[in-house]
Structure formats: C-alpha cells, structure tokens
C-alpha cells in the first residue's frame, strides 16, 4: 500500500478517472490515511492556461472551485449554462437513451443554479456541445457516425463547437479508439451504462481540455430514477424502457457486449413513469427493450438464478467468465456439480419442474415460461412469490388508463406464454400486433446463428399465437448472407416469409461485427454481390406481400379502425395520418366530424375537424401503394367504437 501512495503522490497525469479525495484503507492492524494523495482537482490545476481564453460575460456563481481554468478576471473560461444538441441514430432505445441523457444533463447544476449546467438546443450552429447517440449493430451504421464526425471535424477547428460526445453502444464498442479517429474531434466517450457520469465527463473536457470516457457497464443499472425528458413534447406517443441488455448471444449480435446483461426496471417504477405521460396527455405506449419480453422485476425479491445452465451446443463459459471489453467482469456461474456438461433447458423440461406458488394467475403459474421447443443459453430466473414477469406488468400498464394503447418492443419469440397472448387478446388498449423475430427460415442456420428454435418451432409459434390472438399483425427482422448460408437455406427465408404473411420486416444484408462468436468461429464468406441479390429478392417479396394484405384489409367487411392522430399527411395537408391497432399508418382526409363521448352518444354540436391527439373511427375504403386509404367517420372520447 505504501508503494501505492507513493506512485498516486507522484503521479503528474490528469487523466485519472476516480476521485481520491476520500480514499481509505483499513485493515486489523493497520490505518493508512491517504487524504494527502493529489486528487483529480489537484491534477487538473497542474494544467496551463489556454493561450487566448474565452471570458465569460456573464457572472458565474460563486464560489469557483479551485481547479477550474480561469481566463482574465480570475473567471472560468466555460460560461454556463452550455447549450447542448443531441442527435440520435438507430433503434428505438436509443431514442430512449436520449431522453435519459437529457433528464441527466437537466439536473446538473453545480456551476449554475438556477438554469442549471446544460441547456437543449434544436439549433445546431449555436451548440457549444454535440452529443451523438449512436448504434453499432451493422458496419452501415457506424459508418453513418463517422461520416457525421467528418462534418464536424471544421466545425470543431474554426471555434464554432468546443465538445464533441459520442455515446451509446458505438462508444462501448470501440472505446478510446474513437479519441484517435476522424481527426481527433471526440472528446468525450459514455457507454449506455454511464450516463450519470456525463456531466462530469463534458465538464472535464472542457475546463481542462482533458478527454474523458467511461464505458463501464452495469449489473444493475436500469436508470429507473430518472424521469426522462421527452425529444418532443407535442407528440401523444412516448417510448418506455422497462430493461436493459440482453443475455441471448446470438451468434451475429453485438448488443450483449455494448448494451450488457439483462436487468429489469422495478414494476413501480414503470407505472408511475406511464400515469406521467398520461397525465401529460400521451396516448400511446411504447415499451422497450432489447428482450422486452423477458422482464423479470426482481427488487421484490433477489433470488439466485436457477441451478441449470443451458446451452446450444455451444461452448459458451468464456461468456460469463470474461471481459470482452465490455468494462465489466461478470461473475462466474456454478455448474450442478454432479454433471460435467451443461444440460439444455426446454419449455417442457422447466414445465415439469415444481414451482413454489407465487401471485401469477393461475393460468400462467401452470406454464412453460419459454414458448414450446424453444431453448435459451443462459439461466432462466426464479419465478417467486415476488417475482414480476412482463404479463403482470403489461396487465398493471393496461389498468393504468383503459384509453391509453400500449405497444412493446422487440421481443424475443422463447418469452411467448400463453398468459401473455390471453392478456393481448382481452385487453383492447394492448395492441394486436407483435413483433417476432426470425432472422432466418432455415433450421441450419438457425442453429449456426445460435437463436434457440429450429424453423418447425417457430412456424409453431406463429399458428399458436393466431389461434389465441386472431387478428394479430406479425412483423419480423432477417439477415440474407450470413456465413455459410446456401441457396437453399436462404429459398427456406423466402419461403417462411409466403407461409407466415408478415405485415413489416426489418431486412438486412449481413454485416459481420468484432467481438461476436461469429467473429471468432466463423468467416463472413458469402460475397457482397450475392448477399445483395438475396436481399432484393426478399425486399421484393414483402413488398408483394404488403399489396396483397392492403388489398386483404379493405375488403375485411368494411371494419371500422381506431387511428390516433399523429400529424399532416406526408404528401397533402388536406390529409391526416396515425396508426392503427396493428400499427399500419392509415391516411384520411381532414374532414369536419361529429364527436361521440364515452357512452356512444353523438353530439352534433361538438362537430369539428380531427386534431393531432384525437381518435378517429375510420373505414378503410382504398389504398396508396401499400398505405390504406381511410374515411374517417366520427372523433371518439377514447377507445370504444
């Protein structure tokens, strides 16, 4: 300890990322008090002046704290409060994540305490700092940030622009590499589990012109404290994160190595966040999650996983036992010590297992908490009497306000019960409309990609959720082009795609990315050219698909939809658009409506023309390509036609 003292006393670097002001150490026999050893402020005060600093025309509250940059007038050369822009690329957590930063950067107010430390901007040219959200999932997305880092490198030369940040799964991936790129114009780098640090990381780099970064991941942050401020507050739909991370590792996935292991949200917490937005006047509910379906509210109760860990035929240990650059060191998992290989877990193997009694329903205690023939690789929790599993809480979300929809995304197809699909089908604030990845319609390269469920088992799925749920939307993601993948596995993608009859997918060429199993066991050796054509050819077919259940939906006996309004059509302002049940986008002329309250009573007198935040009934009677085409018929009180 003494050699440690004295290497920290010696030290002259200001880079240090860890206060010290208040390090101790203890043993039986000894007490060291280190309160002598430089802190960071210490360090940053070591740091010269600027040659031609910035004075601040406005006074900053006082007192100054020692280790600030000071120009002319002993005033720090940082004026506050700093206006901040943020852009976001990527999923929908990102959109998220964004709020979240924002609610951080809100709250600091050590220099200013009035107007606090960081204020948004929507104007970019008068931004002392540009944040960027960004997504690392595929090679195309990257590029996009590194495109946009080359934009601002002028900015950044010429004086207009002091801090540059990039946050999110991008910064978790490459880490300090991104200090070296692009014309060293980042100076600030925060993984997805680091916002709190924030603050502290742009003040650093600004008044000390030292870079920071922290990319720490967590085991437990699911930033269920922080009210998040909405990117646009005339919107009547708002995202929701109800967890973070995932532990399925699928073969091509990046997400568990940026984004970190799954953690749930408290069940409270999620429900005092949506009677927020409610009263705020939201309409629609976006719950998200990179496994949204397999939330597991533990706070109540903080069991140890079960005593199985699963596999796929896989070797996956170094998962669990390492680093991969993550940032954090997640600890080692006990196998059963009578068994020297992991054993698989399936639907039927934990249906069979007894179960203490909890507060499920009935109905959902009795079953498989995975999908049938599904199978999953890491230890599936404890259901206690305690435990919340994504049912319950969709059920508490729905009692909140019966004229508030709820959606939820993206979910993985193992965490389909049927407690789950029952509750869709009975609620009518919980859309019909599910999103169920498959990736790919060959069980072969299921197995190479590492999903869990062969072709047959997910087909099975798909039959099982139409026959409780009838009139559900499915939507899915696929990957054309991953390693090793023949004609004949990709004519099995194209196939599945006839047989389920997809309202939406996501498509995607493959793009291999570091770090991944793929990455390590696999080449990436189907050409760009083929993965291309493969691509088009399943683009096409959505697209055949799409017309054809457009075509379906007009002449579905003149039903009625329920439509929230979101905003002018794209193409007429005579023309308003918002989605339905499903999640289709329906457009509708802006004609004068009666109104009808709670009870089916029509008021004429309440005639008017439809606004962004109304439900309107409308018949779906045409259509524009793939987009139907409605006639509105009267504004509703809520969601009772």
Partial sequence: MRRLSRRLAAANTPSLSVRMENLRWHSSTSKIDTTTIPSLKD??????????????AEHIPN???PYLKRGKDNIPTIRYPRKVFIETYGCQMNFGDSEIVLSVLNNSREFNKEEGDYLRTMDIDEAEVILLMTC????????KIFSRLDQLAPMKKQGKLRTVGVLGCMAERLKEKLFDLRGHVVDVICGPDAYRDLPRLLDGASLSGQRGVNVMLSMDETYADIAPVRLDESKHSAFVSIMRGCNNMCAFCIVPFTRGRERSRPIQSIVDEVKRLRDQGVKEITLLGQNVNSYHDESGNRPATTEVETSLGHDHSHHHDHDHG???N???HKRNPDSSTPKVVSAADLANRPRRRSNLTAEE?????????FKTVYKVPKITANSKRFVQLLEALADVDPNVRIRFTSPHPKDFPDGLLQLMRDRENICKQIHLPAQSGSTTMLERMRRGYSREAYLDLVGHIREIVPNVALSSDFIVGFCDETEEEHKQTLDLVEKVGYQMAYMFAYSMRPGTMAHRRYEDNVPAEVKQRRLQELIDLFYKQQLEQTVKELINTGREEIVLVEGRSKKSEAFLQGKIDNGRT??????????QDAYGNRDPSQARAPEIGDWVAVKLIDKRGTTPIG????ILSGLRL
């Avoid at 360090?43 to 601040?56: E, G, H, I, K, R």
């Avoid at 205690?365 to 023939?373: D, G, L, Q, T, V």
């Avoid at 329906?586 to 109104?595: C, D, I, K, T």
């Fill in 326 to 328: 993550c940032g954090v």
């Fill in 63 to 65: 007192p100054i704290p």
């Fill in 330 to 332: 997640v600890s080692h």
């Fill in 631 to 634: 006639e509105p018929q009267r």
């Fill in 586 to 595: 329906v457009v509708f002329p802006r004609n004068v409506l009666p109104y």
């Fill in 43 to 56: 360090f940053m005060q070591q740091q010269s002046s600027t040659s031609n600093p910035v004075n601040a």
């Fill in 136 to 143: 690392a999932v595929r090679d195309n997305a990257e590029g």
């Fill in 365 to 373: 205690a009795e079953e498989a908490p995975m999908s049938k023939n």
